[in-house]
Structures are given as C-alpha cells and as structure tokens.
C-alpha cells in the first residue's frame, strides 16, 4: 500500500532560549541537517519561551520543547507542553522539556500544586528537585521498560545517555503521576525515572537525557528519528498550518 505523500513540509518548532552556551542547541543545526538527508523536508523553526503562543503553537506539526532550563519564561515552556498534550501535536521534551512536561501534567491533569525546585528553590517538597549525583556532562545507563513507544524505538536493553541536568523527578509523586495516566517508559539503575511518555497521544514523550547530545549529522539518536516520523505524518494526513508571521534564520526559522 502507497505512503500518502507530504502536500507540505512539515513544521517543527524548536521551543527554547537559544544560545551558544547550551551544548544542545549548538548540536540542532547537525541533527536537522541529518534529518533533511534522511526524509521528507522538514520546516523548523525557533521560538524562545517568552515568544510562545499557544495558537500560533497549534499550527505546528511538531513542538520540541529543548534544554536550557531553567527557562526565560517557565509559562512559555509550560504553554509548549499544554498545547501539545491537548491538540494531539507530536511533542518531545529533553532534559529541561522533560521536566516541564512532568510539570505540566502533574498541574493539569493531577491537579497539584507542583513547584520546579530550579525555579522556586524554597517550595517545600518540589515536584522536580535536585538529583541525588548532578549528571552534567554525565553518561548514564537508562533502561527503557517493556511494552512502552521508547522499548518499541529503543528497544529493551540498557543504554548509555548523555546528560547535562542537575535536577529531576521526585520519586515520590511518581505514583499519581502513573494513577492519572502518564507511563513511565525508562528509568536508571537505581530506578529513578528517565523517560515518561502520554499513551493514546501520537507522540508524546519526555527525556530527561539529552538524545541531542549523541547525534552527529550522519547519525541521529532513535528517538529524535521516531518523534520526526510522527511529525511528518501530519501533513501527509492534511493537517495543515500557516507560516504564522515567522522568518527564516540559520539552523531553523527564528521568530
């Protein structure tokens, strides 16, 4: 049976403060680079968290929310989240996305009063505090969980992931996390959590490693692969956006 073929590139924002500083944004211009070798053309842009808007968001067919927390405006990066989670738009957070993502839903959907303990380091019990071992520039085994999308990408035998973070989930609320419909997919040798993701959802998947940091422009980290895949259905199905007033910069469009 014939693939129905893209009326469109796909559009991809790039949801982040960019800078040079962080390693991972340095890392995007190769992964794009890999990725237009390797597919459908895509269309990325960059939108810094204070820039984001959630109906310009909703014309995307993907939202990577990337590192660099903590964020200009957590309510920008937190808004990247929301629209994607409720409009069924493919999402990927890495490292700072992932915890944003945890964020979100534990706001949203567990109706908690969750606080970022980078952000607000005097909340009492933050939803994300600081890890136990920092894992900037750390490598780490990570051990995606059988019958989940990253063991389907992944597969279920341990891996090594760069990370460049310092805080992550509280075990503790990892059970009204999972009670309210988020899937633990991946976690450490010690079991702390490392990949979450939302079932049902085309796409929605949170990594606290940064898959970014391992991809080169001949290589690009299976994760990232398996999220484009998911963006670049979209216009082949006729789900169609606009240009929504962005221009174009090296790298990816800039707003």
Do not use: K
Request: charged share 20%.
């Amino acid at each position: 049976m014939n693939q129905p073929v893209p009326s469109r590139p796909a559009r991809l924002a790039l949801v982040g403060d960019r800078s040079p500083a962080v390693q991972a944004h340095a890392r995007i211009p190769a992964v794009l680079e890999a990725l237009d070798a390797g597919g459908a053309p895509l269309d990325p842009y960059w939108i810094a968290t204070p820039d984001v808007d959630g109906a310009e968001l909703a014309r995307f067919d993907g939202i990577w929310l990337l590192p660099g927390s903590p964020y200009a405006s957590a309510a920008g990066a937190l808004t990247a989240v929301r629209v994607a989670r409720t409009t069924a738009i493919p999402f990927l957070g890495t490292c700072g996305g992932f915890q944003h993502l945890v964020l979100e839903f534990a706001r949203a959907v567990c109706g908690l009063d969750a606080a970022h303990g980078e952000d607000d380091p005097d909340a009492v019990d933050p939803l994300i505090r600081p890890l136990r071992c920092a894992l900037v520039g750390q490598e780490q085994l990570v051990h995606p969980v059988a019958g989940t999308r990253a063991a389907s990408v992944l597969g279920v035998a341990p891996r090594t992931e760069r990370f460049f973070c310092s805080f992550g989930l509280d075990p503790a609320a990892e059970s009204t996390l999972t009670a309210h419909g988020l899937v633990v997919s991946g976690r450490d040798e010690t079991g702390e959590v490392r990949l979450v993701e939302l079932p049902g959802h085309p796409f929605f998947v949170g990594a606290l490693f940064q898959p970014e940091l391992s991809s080169t422009r001949t290589w690009v980290h299976p994760l990232i692969t398996a999220f484009v895949d998911a963006v670049r259905t979209r216009p082949a199905a006729g789900t169609m956006g606009t240009d929504a007033g962005l221009s174009r910069s090296a790298g990816g469009r800039q707003r």
